[in-house]
């Protein structure tokens, strides 16, 4: 079985969502498939994926938005843990606080926030053009029984559609997020803008063999939406860190009567930790905040505003391997969501990682979504919706046994186990079986 895998997020590319790729992609090599990927070369790191083969195609286009950002912008870029303890300050990179300050100021402004997203439109077109071309030409040397194309950005699923439908072959449609209702982007745009994504979204999906969607609140939406297209749900899973060089890393937690930590982005107005911080307010007792992720600004600003910044150890972005360290080694782990029907069926990532971790869950979002069933069915965490219900969340935890939480069936969402459902998927398919 001959795949041809295409995703813009591909290690040595540091973000979470290189992580499904990598793991799918290497799991269904060691199953028997035969697979060949084309992702982004994200160009901005000197680390190597230790893994890779000759079958992994890179696609170079301009930098990332975020790159530049963390490049000129951002307070803190990644700082290396390698041979130092990464609760060291960060240090200030050589461009100057000031043109820093003064970049942040205006990134904000609606000129720069529309030169922003013209800089994306150039950058994903860049990457489908030289996607497609990539794929025409493996295309043309080999015969493919599958086109896998992973949403997003959208420019892979266009791609994987033009693809199949040039070479006649298989479409499998991965959705990690929703294209046309995702919660957080389609209503921000016009209605014309909608429209071109309603009818793209669903000119691809009925052409799919196959649509996976990776929560159950998304697979059921998918199925409302499409009924006769075939759905399947593969989750995220955990697996080991993402490791992109062979240096020894390091890292010690602070101590105190309890650690909680956050690995990821946040966001103001979807993935707001506000609550967190009034509870840190409000205990008088030792407790640490430790953050991993490219939200350093966000997180200095909450914890100067809400004057607990003794108590808030902000490690800026790190690698996927440090942030690992930082969930096995903490308390409590805190996740947090969006507050809102809307986000029922957003399952990141992280989650599973947390999973992983062993370390109870201090969720903060939507109480009636898939994190919050998760958690309940896996016996690993709370959701909590208030200040006062995290501290009484935290209060419980300091000094006290963590043996409330067992993690119970945490096995069936191991990477490896989600691959070998979708290879099982895959492979019935290509026969002609039936899937049951």
């Known amino acids: 079985m001959k795949i041809l895998y295409l995703s813009y997020y591909y290690p040595p590319n540091n973000e979470i969502a290189s992580l499904r790729s990598m793991y799918q992609v290497k799991y269904l090599r060691q199953l028997g498939a035969d697979v060949s990927v084309v992702c982004f070369d994200s160009n901005t790191s000197e ?26 912008i951002s307070k803190s870029t990644k700082s290396e843990t390698k041979n130092k303890d990464a609760c060291e300050k960060i240090k200030d ?3 100057s606080k000031n043109i820093k300050s003064f970049l942040r100021k205006t990134i904000s402004t609606a ?56 070479f006649n072959i298989k479409l499998v449609t991965e959705f990690r997020d929703r294209w046309y209702n995702n919660p957080y982007r389609i209503r921000e745009k016009s209605l014309y803008y909608r429209s071109i994504v309603r009818y793209l979204e669903k000119e691809i999906v009925n052409s799919s063999a ?12 998918l199925n ?20 992109i060089s062979e240096d020894q890393i390091s890292f010690t937690m602070p101590t105190a009567d309890l650690t909680v930590a956050y690995t990821g982005s946040l966001y103001a107005e979807f993935r707001d930790p506000r609550p967190l911080f009034e509870a840190l307010q409000k205990i008088d007792w030792d407790i640490k ?22 108590k808030v150890i902000n490690l800026g972005f ?19 969501g969006w507050n809102d029907p809307r986000d029922r069926g957003v399952l990141t990532g992280k989650i599973f990682e947390y999973l992983d971790a062993k370390k109870p869950v201090l969720f903060i979002g939507y109480p009636h979504g898939d994190v919050d069933s998760l958690l309940k069915q896996t016996n690993s965490g709370e959701t909590c ?12 935890l300091k000094g006290a046994s963590t043996q409330k939480y067992n993690f119970v069936n945490t096995r069936e969402y191991s990477r490896i186990n989600q691959s070998e459902n979708l290879y099982k998927i895959l492979k019935q398919t290509h026969e002609g079986e039936p899937t049951g």
């Open 111 to 166: 000129l720069v926030e529309t030169i922003a997203e013209i800089y994306r439109l150039l950058h994903h077109t860049i990457f489908l053009v030289k996607a497609f071309l990539k794929s025409l030409k493996l295309c043309e040397s080999f015969r493919y029984d599958y086109v896998y194309a992973s949403y997003g950005p959208e420019s892979t699923i266009i791609t994987g559609f033009f693809i199949s439908k040039l």
């Open 318 to 336: 790190q690698s996927n391997e440090v942030s690992r360290l930082v969930q096995t080694g903490c308390d409590t782990l805190l996740l947090v």
């Open 93 to 95: 990179n050589n461009i």
């Open 224 to 243: 409302s939406d499409y009924p006769k297209q075939r759905v399947e749900l593969i989750y995220n899973g955990y697996d080991k860190p993402l490791k």
């Open 289 to 310: 905040f430790v953050y991993c992720g490219k939200s350093y600004d966000f997180i200095h600003e909450l914890a100067e505003n809400y004057n607990v910044a003794s």
């Open 47 to 72: 680390n190597i994926y230790l893994d890779r083969t000759e079958n992994d195609h890179y696609v170079l286009t301009t930098p990332t938005l975020s790159s530049l950002k963390e490049k000129f």
């Open 385 to 396: 919706l208030s200040a006062e219900e995290v501290v009484n969340f935290l209060n419980q």
């Open 210 to 221: 196959i649509v996976i969607g990776v929560s159950p609140s998304m697979v059921e939406e």
